[in-house]
């Protein structure tokens, strides 16, 4: 059955006259006269009585005609809600990141707009390796993906040729330890022949370069791996434990380093350098990512 029928058997109701009925509905009365035979085929019962004029109802038709308008009006309703869902949703601008960067990059970047842009995170994303990131990307799971990039080319990036991308900010992973009593970390990376590792996931990007970065060095301990964690806040509270050194993102401990609650287990040449980039895809035309993206180009910090 088509709810067009119902809106025909409804017209036809109203104006009990065939003619009348099938203009009203812009089609012409033999398309009209079969639509209502096919409905009435369709109910297994006679609705008109075509006998009378002007035309009547039957019983049966009477009760259809209530059942018409409920579902008539249940319908409306129903279009109403879902136009109202797909303008919420046509200004909304889905974001998949990593937990550290809701917790302590999002909030203030979000803060330095003048009206925020509509973003609504996706806790599942912090969960995520750097492939699901662009998996959820290419099949319009979010619309933006934001994320730590290495600075130099480790090897295991995503190809990014289908999407684009902009630097919102640049970011230092510093090898971090608990302090021994005179200050010094308990376990230091100057001299060590093998320390123990809170690491990250083996497949996840942040390793790959944290791994590249020390490969540079030349002089590097050896690593016992404790545990191997996607986020960073894991790995911080088992490095805070005194379990071992790890890296993590300066801008999620500047509180640690300021109390000396945890110290560098090196200097700067153990620090590696990433940035914090947001990404897109290339054909996403939604009106908010657009904008936004707009946006971005004429404030980005660099290229």
């Not at 049966?60 to 409306?76: I, P, Y």
């Not at 083996?202 to 944290?210: E, Q, W």
């Not at 301990?221 to 300066?250: C, D, H, K, M, T």
Request: proline letters at 8%; one cysteine or more.
């Amino acid at each position: 059955m088509e709810l067009r029928w119902l809106e025909d058997f409804m017209a036809l109701a109203r104006t009990r006259h065939f003619s009348r009925a099938a203009e009203h509905q812009n089609v012409t009365q033999p398309t009209f006269s079969r639509r209502i035979k096919l409905l009435e085929e369709e109910m297994g019962t006679v609705l008109i009585n075509r006998q009378t004029l002007p035309l009547s109802l039957t019983p049966a038709g009477e009760e259809f005609l209530a059942l018409c308008h409920d579902v008539s009006q249940r319908v409306a309703v129903s279009r109403r809600r879902l136009a109202q869902l797909a303008d919420q949703h046509a200004g909304r601008i889905r974001l998949a990141a990593p937990q550290s960067l809701l917790s302590h990059f999002l909030p203030a970047w979000l803060g330095q707009w003048p009206v925020p842009p509509p973003i609504t995170p996706d806790l599942r994303a912090t969960g995520w390796l750097i492939d699901d990131f662009f998996r959820a990307l290419a099949r319009d799971e979010c619309d933006l993906v934001l994320c730590y990039w290495p600075c130099a080319p480790c090897g295991v990036e995503p190809d990014t040729q289908d999407y684009l991308s902009c630097r919102l900010a640049d970011e230092r992973f510093i090898p971090l330890s608990l302090p021994e009593a005179d200050g010094q970390p308990r376990f230091g990376l100057e001299g060590a022949s093998r320390l123990p590792l809170i690491a990250y996931h083996p497949r996840g990007l942040t390793d790959t370069a944290i791994r590249s970065h020390l490969a540079g060095l030349g002089d590097t301990p050896a690593f016992s791996i404790l545990n191997e964690s996607i986020q960073s806040s894991n790995i911080r509270e088992l490095v805070a434990l005194g379990y071992g050194l790890g890296w993590l993102p300066e801008s999620s401990v500047e509180d640690a380093l300021a109390s000396g609650g945890l110290v560098p287990a090196g200097g700067e040449r153990w620090w590696v350098p990433m940035e914090i980039r947001l990404f897109r895809r290339l054909n996403n035309q939604q009106p908010a990512v657009a904008a936004l993206w707009d946006s971005l180009m004429s404030l980005r910090p660099g290229p």
